[in-house]
Structure formats: C-alpha cells, structure tokens
C-alpha cells in the first residue's frame, strides 16, 4: 500500500505541477503575478496524497465485498479487520523500509530548507540599504544580482555591479527589476540609468 501511496504521491505531484504551469503561463500572458499559484502548486503536491491516505484510513468500509480507498489500494472489511491498527495496514517490510525512507528523505530536505532560510535571513540581516540608479537595493559583500523574499522583494546587488559603466549598470538594475515589478517598493521615483 505504501508503494501505491508513494506513486499516488508522485503522480499528483506532477498533475499539480503541470496545472500550476498553465495557471502561471496564462498569468504571465495577462501581466499578472505567478508566485502565489507556484506556493499553492507546491501546498496542495506536498499536503493532498497526507490528506487522502488520513481519509481512506478514517472512512469505515462501505461493504463486505470491498472498496477502492485512496491511494489506489483495494481494501475489503475482513482483511482490514484482520489487519489490526498501523501495523498490519503497513503491510510488508518492504513497505514500512519504503515509508520511514520517505520520511527521511522528507526530513532531510525540509532541515535543508529551514537551514538555507536561516543563513539567507542571517546574510540578509548584514546587506546595507543603498540607492543605486534611484533605486532603494541592498548591497552585499558576493550576493546577487538577484531578487530575495517572499513579501517584500529585494533586489540585492554585489559590491563590485557599483563599478560597471552606467549603462551596464541600468542593465542589471532593470533586469532585476523586472523579476520583482509587481511588488516594487522604491525608496524615491525609479530612474534606471540615473547617477548612484
């Protein structure tokens, strides 16, 4: 059954994933911002198949003769009842070997994330607030360019981008701009290619 899940895990994952594409290229077509159908892609891959599998095992049997559960796994009254709680509905060790290598794996990316965000926060913590090209940025030591946050986006530019000509300079700030123009914050009116 863990097997199933796991394919009934990926499949959805992928569906998900394909459907936030067209959302977002739709999006994208009409000017409109993409992130937010990006996290609710990621939210409902990672949260249905928990939701699912949690429903099948509440739901009691419909009938003696059986009923298809999600995830795709044919389960009748007696061999539930002959299953026994957890353990019997794990089935073989194969499947409990497959289930705790799913919550490793799961744990091991989830500590790496938590990990990358708190050396982001604490990098972004040092980054000075500057105005280049009548922009409000934040310039680090060897970050960027590039664009941070999820509320509030940044644009974050390296020490050595200040020594670019001026219009290699507009270039960068404009392209970084465009990754962040639908939550534009500015610390006065934008003149891109304006003196530093």
Known sequence: ???????????TGLLFGLAALAAARAASAARQQTRAIWAAALLAAAFWPVIAIAASYARPPAADLGILTLPLTLVTRQTRALAGGWAGRLGSPLELALLIGWAVLTTILATRLV??????????????HEQVGGLCV???????????????????????VLALDRPLLAMVLRHEEEHRRARTRYCSSPQLGSSR
């Open 1 to 11: 059954m863990i097997a199933s899940w796991m394919l009934f895990a990926v499949v």
């Open 138 to 160: 934040r310039l680090s030591r060897d970050v960027g360019p590039a664009v941070v946050g999820l509320g509030a986006m940044e644009i974050v530019l390296p020490e050595w």
């Open 115 to 128: 990990r990358a965000l708190g050396m982001l926060r604490r990098q972004r913590e040092a980054w000075r």
